[in-house]
């Protein structure tokens, strides 16, 4: 006889979209669901184009992969991707200045005593040198070098991570190809109508255009800003953040690789928003965010065009956005997942992070149909608070800016959230950084933003004033030389990616 089987569990998920978000939800749910009888359905339509310029990621995304059990030098290989310590933000302060925000520390505490606040003391009492000269990641990254972390905790190698610059296409392309093999079936075709549970709401199944119906118990949004579920379907309210990241579209564009290729993705101020440049090892991607309230299309692509270091290998591509998020990211039986649940603008490279962190969410809290909305309000309260405070830290770049044109001048003098507000206050006055377990911003990501951009402690820890004045000297001029050293002994980026692509090739 065959066993009943268990209403509340869910048999069937369809993924609504395909690109960058549907495959890595595809790709993580086939391997962490695999054996459970769970059939994982994904619907795309080739006549509904892509975003896909998100290039730039966070160092999540390789503990991501690796969870999926994809090698990373097939990835490298596959995506075209280069290595990435951090980012360099051009003209964000004052005009002329530049700063990277790197992924890894400061300097080391000393004595129990966190370094940034001994570097505040120190300069308050006349000592120039830099911040950047206690960051190995920073002066990597310059010098255009790479090479992994070492697990040392003695050598300035151990006190970095990275991440990658990719073709977000291939990534989705070489994704698809992983999900598929899992047993994924990828159905080709574009949804015309939804059909939803008259008691409860939920949706029930996905009409397409040729008339096929594909049920499902729980459904996941990756259909873009169009939100055909979360937005069309449920009418889910959208929390409108324009007010504070006003800056509403943008235009795209590759070009031909002239300058070194650093492991650096970087972000140029311009007059009414910033530019960004990502090389990869076959293109650099380039693009142009904007306030259109503040310059017009034709003058935002003169911009774009005029700051780009190669001749250009396609047309400028326009995008429009709002910035803000679902108030529910989870609504009955409907997950979103990447632009249809929320944008924040790419100003530090954490689209594709918010992608992840929603699905391992999710996985986490992997639901059965009857706790299905107790799964949800967790769900919610994890992704706004994240949602939440990646908006401080972005906030952040524009209200701490000395530029002198309107835009800027308007960013400076708007109302900020009253979260940032309490963080550069606590900064400013006592040396205290934002530090907390829900959010992917560290206190190393604040220090840079703050001090790269001329916000500076006025008090510290009083236990930096009893170290010895000497000694302490002594430590940090060792520290400095041995960052050099490690820095000196760093391969050249692309010699690195080619040398490491040689030696796994010859191995297999």
């Not at 005593?113 to 830099?130: C, L, Y």
């Not at 119906?213 to 873009?224: K, T």
């Not at 795209?252 to 090892?281: F, N």
């Not at 780009?308 to 400028?316: D, N, Q, S, T």
Request: glycine share 8%; hydrophobic share 40%; with cysteine.
């Amino acid at each position: 006889m065959e066993p009943i089987a268990d209403p509340s569990l869910i048999r069937r998920i369809v993924i609504l979209g395909g690109g960058t978000a549907g495959w890595m939800t595809a790709a993580a749910l086939s391997h962490r669901l695999a054996g459970r009888g769970i059939d994982i359905v994904l619907i795309e339509s080739d006549a509904i184009g892509i975003v896909g310029v998100g290039e730039a990621t966070l160092p999540h995304i390789r503990f991501f992969n690796t969870a999926m059990g994809i090698d990373e030098q097939t990835l490298i290989d596959r995506t075209k991707a280069t290595f990435k310590l951090g980012i360099q933000f051009v003209d964000w302060g004052r005009p002329g200045e530049a700063y990277i925000h790197p992924f890894g520390a400061y300097g080391e505490p000393i004595d129990g005593v966190d370094f940034h606040h001994i570097w505040a003391m120190r300069r308050a009492a006349g000592d120039p040198t830099p911040l950047d000269d206690y960051s190995y990641p920073v002066r990597a990254a310059e010098a255009c070098r790479f090479q992994s972390p070492i697990t040392d905790p003695a050598s300035p190698l151990s006190t970095f991570s990275y991440a990658f610059q990719f073709d977000a296409s291939l990534y989705a392309g070489f994704l698809k190809e992983v999900s598929c093999a899992r047993g994924v079936v990828r159905t080709e075709g574009k949804v015309v109508s939804h059909s939803q549970d008259s008691e409860t709401g939920d949706i029930t199944a996905l009409t397409l255009e040729d008339g096929r119906r594909i049920e499902g118990d729980l459904f996941i949004d990756c259909s873009g800003f169009r939100g055909h579920l979360i937005a069309q379907a449920l009418e889910t309210p959208f929390d409108d953040w324009s007010h504070w990241l006003p800056c509403d579209s943008a235009f795209a564009v590759p070009c031909e690789t002239t300058a070194p290729v650093g492991p650096y993705t970087r972000a140029t101020a311009r007059q009414a928003g910033w530019q960004w440049r990502i090389p990869l090892q076959h293109r650099t991607g380039n693009g142009h965010v904007f306030s259109s309230a503040h310059i017009s299309d034709d003058a935002a692509v003169r911009v774009l065009m005029s700051n780009l270091e190669g001749p250009a290998l396609a047309e400028p591509r326009r995008l429009s956005f709002r910035t803000g998020r679902r108030r529910q990211l989870w609504n009955r039986n409907v997950v979103a997942v990447g632009l249809s649940g929320g944008f924040l603008e790419p100003l530090e490279s954490t689209s594709i992070y918010l992608i992840q962190l929603g699905i391992t969410t999710l996985l986490d809290l992997f639901p059965d149909k009857a706790g299905m909305a107790d799964d949800a309000r967790e769900y919610n309260a994890v992704m706004a608070l994240e949602f939440e405070r990646i908006r401080d830290f972005l906030v952040l770049h524009y209200v701490a800016n000395q530029r002198d044109e309107p835009f800027w001048r308007g960013m400076r003098s708007m109302t900020w959230p009253d979260s940032l507000s309490a963080k550069v206050e606590a900064f400013v006055t006592r040396g205290l950084l934002p530090d907390y377990d829900i959010g992917v911003f560290h206190p190393p990501s604040w220090l840079a933003v703050l001090a790269g951009q001329n916000i500076l402690p006025q008090g510290w820890d009083p236990r930096a004033e009893g170290l010895d004045a000497a000694t302490l000297s002594a430590r940090l001029a060792r520290l400095r030389n041995d960052i050099n050293n490690a820095v000196a002994q760093t391969p050249d980026h692309m010699t690195f990616i080619r040398d490491n692509a040689l030696r796994q090739h010859a191995a297999h």
